[in-house]
């Protein structure tokens, strides 16, 4: 999908080989704060270093299985610079939790094998609770460029993946699990509304849906 509008013209279409780097460097920066992750790797404010180092990896080593599986990785252009990226997959997806052996090898060796093991635990979790669902397409990361929040990229990214999710006739509709109110709060803006309140390691936060009528 693309709009032009009187300054910009934007458009919401899979991520260019080219842009992973950058999709990265977003990511990274939409989540160095995250609660669930900073518990899940070990955040220690006196050794940030390590924290990122680890961060920095599970990011690199999702982004890498997303393209290898040629997973829904959306990305939103600007002028043709990429702003803003969401990386999603269907429930019906051949990517479990477990990933793949090199995968987890390779994390395990640059975040540890107890942080691998909760983050597999998290997304089995996670694909338990939606289970009765059926089909349905899971938000697994969106980031927007910090320098451009407050422009409503977030909204128009959140509109390209209902296409996406409604063009698939057989996806019930979209989930994500957030635990920061304010994301909750963007979230529920848009049509999601709480399936179900979940906590990892004492991190608590709800798992949103949105439901595509058919």
């Known amino acids: 999908m693309t709009v032009t509008s009187n300054e910009h013209i934007l458009s919401v279409q ?25 518990n899940l790797l070990g955040y220690d404010q006196h ?45 019906s997806s051949q990517l479990q939790p477990e990933r793949y052996w090199h995968w987890r090898l390779k994390l395990m060796l640059s975040a540890g094998y107890l942080q691998t093991n909760q983050l597999i635990e998290k997304e089995q979790t996670i694909r338990a609770a939606l289970n009765e669902i059926g089909d349905y397409y899971y938000l697994a990361f969106i980031a927007v460029d910090p320098h451009v929040q ?3 990229l977030g909204r128009y990214l959140l509109r390209g ?10 996806a019930k509709g979209l ?10 709060t963007f979230f529920k803006s848009e049509g999601f ?22």
């Not at 989930?175 to 909750?184: G, I, L, P, S, Y």
């Open 47 to 91: 050794n940030m270093a390590a924290y990122e180092k680890k961060l920095r990896s599970v990011i690199r080593e999702e982004l890498s299985t997303f393209w290898q599986e040629k997973l829904p990785l959306i990305g939103l252009y600007r002028d043709d610079k990429l702003k803003a990226v969401a990386c999603v997959f269907e429930s």
């Open 175 to 184: 989930a994500v699990f957030v635990t920061r109110q304010e994301h909750n």
């Open 150 to 152: 407050g422009h409503g």
């Open 14 to 38: 899979y991520l260019a080989p080219e842009d992973i780097s950058t999709a990265g460097s977003l990511i990274y920066q939409a989540y160095h704060d995250d609660p669930l992750l900073q």
């Open 193 to 214: 509304s709480t399936y179900k309140a979940l906590a990892f390691n004492k991190v608590s936060g709800e798992l949103l849906f949105k439901s595509y009528a058919k």
């Open 161 to 170: 993946l209902d296409d996406l999710a409604t063009k698939n006739t057989g």
